[in-house]
């Protein structure tokens, strides 16, 4: 959401590899500006865009924003902010320094940057890596499949974290890695290109402390920070590799997002997660049938093939009602952390209206659990379009428990749409025990002699 003017496909200047960049001539004098100076094709291409935003703000309310896709450090002066869109950490430290911390710093307030970094949603590392290098710059920060649509929206257990105000500027630990401090945590970036370890020690203000999350319990573990190695490698420039860490200082924390199981795998289908399994005779409902729809997901309208999945965002599965059952919607959650878990279930009504069809009334829902399994029986032709509960139950961590919707009711059409598992209880496990790698010493009053 912008209060402002965001300009797309905004080019901030040309490089000097740009093909034919020898003979441009912007002032139209005859002479190709890069004889005139190198930085003559750049210097003209920015008054222009100055003067686009100065005539700009001349229309619009005072203080309103006005920012680009990939501007130029150069334009500071003018634009409140750059967006990055399609951001894989490529040129990762020139484009920091170069870019990003200009606009951070210098830009006129108020500073409006962010940061769409293109990545599998279960890539984690990646996220990681974009999200600390956003904190590094004080901007905002997304993940998706990349420019195709933006279509997807993903959530991570680290936009949970309170991090409080900035209390220093983005400060260079040593070559390529970059740490922040806030007021109640901080974030370290690693895009040196290689692998870097970083220890307590280097940071300023600790103690510092792990939260512990449910997507990559092996990073944030809940642990008192001593040390952490951060991937880095520059194999491919433009695909770098990095990785970053948020820090707390308060010990203890869990933070944990809702883990939503649905019916295709990006139609919201939460990170780490696969989509529900069908056995028997279910039907997707094709979304051109059902514009208007309560079902849980985002749209309908693409269809494509992104990050190795079918990308088939139907919005719902059905199938009807049978007294001798024989179809099966299965939802298995990937659940980071063991603990308790309050399991939610969504339908919405089946069609374009709560009239069109009758919604089955005894629909069996088992939970299987720590504990064994629990039966729920849900009425779908009420309370559609809404998570309702099917209470709390205790999960081990991995891909233990699940929910089943059979097929097994009186009469109607039993509908398939998503689960919610939300953690309500989790302990921080222990640390792990500290090795004595000494080699033990030798018994006293005993001579020991080296043989040469």
């Known amino acids: 959401m912008f209060d402002g003017t965001f300009w797309d496909s905004w080019a901030g200047g040309f490089g000097e590899w740009k093909e034919n960049y020898n003979q441009i001539d912007l002032n139209r004098n005859r002479v190709a500006d890069a004889s005139e100076s190198k930085t003559r094709v750049n210097e003209l291409w920015q008054e222009s865009n100055r003067r686009i935003v100065e005539e700009l703000r001349k229309l619009a309310p005072a203080g309103k924003i006005v920012m680009a896709h990939e501007a130029d450090a150069g334009e500071t002066g003018y634009l409140n902010g750059i967006g990055m869109e399609g951001w894989t950490g490529e040129y990762w430290d020139w484009k920091l320094t170069g870019t990003l911390l200009p606009f951070a710093n210098n830009a006129p307030a108020p500073r409006v940057n962010f940061i769409e970094c293109k990545a599998s949603p279960r890539d984690f ?103 952490i190695t951060l991937a880095g490698s520059a194999d491919n420039t433009k695909e770098q590799t990095g990785d970053g860490v948020l820090l707390l200082k308060e010990q203890g924390k869990i933070l944990i997002v809702e883990n939503v199981v649905d019916n295709a795998p990006l139609n919201m289908t939460s990170p780490g997660n696969e989509p529900a399994s069908f056995t028997g005779n279910w039907t997707q409902q094709d979304p051109g049938k059902v514009k ?33 059952g024989g179809s099966e919607a299965v939802y298995t959650p990937n659940l980071g952390v063991a603990g ?8 919405p009504y089946h069609g374009n209206s709560a009239n069109e069809a009758q919604e089955a009334t005894s629909v069996i829902y088992s939970i299987k659990h720590r504990d064994g399994a629990t039966q729920k029986t849900v009425d779908q032709s009420q309370n559609h379009g809404r998570w309702n509960s099917l209470g709390t139950y205790s999960f081990d961590a991995g891909w233990n428990g699940n929910v089943t919707i059979g097929n097994k009711a009186a009469s109607g059409v039993v509908l398939a749409d998503a689960i919610k598992f939300v953690n309500v209880k989790s302990v921080i496990p222990p640390p792990p025990p500290v090795i004595d790698t000494t080699p033990p010493a030798a018994p006293t009053g005993v001579k020991v002699q080296v043989q040469p």
């Open 125 to 227: 590392q990646r996220m990681r890596f974009g999200l600390a290098t956003a904190c590094l710059a004080g901007a905002y920060f997304g993940v998706d499949e990349g420019a195709y649509a933006h279509r997807f929206t993903y959530v991570y257990d680290e936009y949970l974290a309170d991090l409080g105000y900035p209390t220093s500027a983005a400060q260079k630990i040593k070559p390529g890695v970059w740490v922040r401090y806030f007021d109640k945590g901080a974030v370290i970036a690693n895009g040196s290109g290689a692998q870097q370890t970083v220890s307590a020690e280097e940071l300023q203000g600790g103690p510092y402390y792990h939260f512990l999350g449910g997507q990559a319990p092996q990073v944030n573990n809940g642990q008192v920070f001593t040390t």
């Open 292 to 324: 208007q729809t309560n079902a849980y997901a985002l749209n309908y309208g693409w269809v494509g093939n992104e990050d190795g999945y079918r990308d088939h965002p139907f919005p719902y599965l059905f199938t009807a009602a049978n007294p001798n």
């Open 340 to 347: 308790e878990y309050e399991v939610f279930e969504w339908h």
